[in-house]
């Protein structure tokens, strides 16, 4: 796949499989994407910002009221210009979070505002949580 010139928000949830967004990541890379990854809190319990921004060359971001971003707005101005929001892992709890509209930490907020920019999801989690 050819993914010259998109811009995509890698999104990384709470689970073991965050080890693999890294692979993800610089696969996208290698395809031509530029990926800016937003993490929740709990991804950063299994693979740290600092391991994502050395590989993807740009900032990480995990909380909505980040100062780095000039008017406190990183929900809205992450989405613009983006190609696709990919979020991989997608947990349980953002998947539920999510499909009600619930919109309490970056990456849920970014997904609830993003207007017309395509949400993609890759959920992981064990096959008991997935049957519930």
């Known amino acids: ?15 073991i ?8 990541l610089r696969r996208m890379q290698d395809q031509g ?7 929740t809190e709990a991804a950063t319990r299994f693979i740290t910002p600092a391991t994502l921004q050395a590989l993807s060359g740009r900032p990480v971001w995990v909380d909505a009221w980040d100062e780095r971003m000039d ?6 101005n992450l989405t613009r210009g983006a190609d696709a929001v990919l979020v991989a892992p997608a947990s349980t709890d ?3 979070r999510t499909a009600h509209g619930l919109a309490d930490d970056l990456l849920t907020t970014l997904c609830v505002a993003r207007g017309a920019v395509p949400l993609l999801v890759a959920p992981a989690m064990n096959h008991e949580m997935w049957t519930h």
């Open 1 to 15: 796949m050819d993914l010259s010139g998109k811009r995509i928000i890698l999104g990384l949830t709470g689970g």
């Open 94 to 96: 953002f998947l539920a």
């Open 33 to 39: 994407a530029t990926v800016d990854v937003v993490m």
């Open 71 to 76: 008017n406190r707005m990183a929900h809205i």
């Open 17 to 24: 499989a965050c080890y693999k967004s890294a692979e993800l």
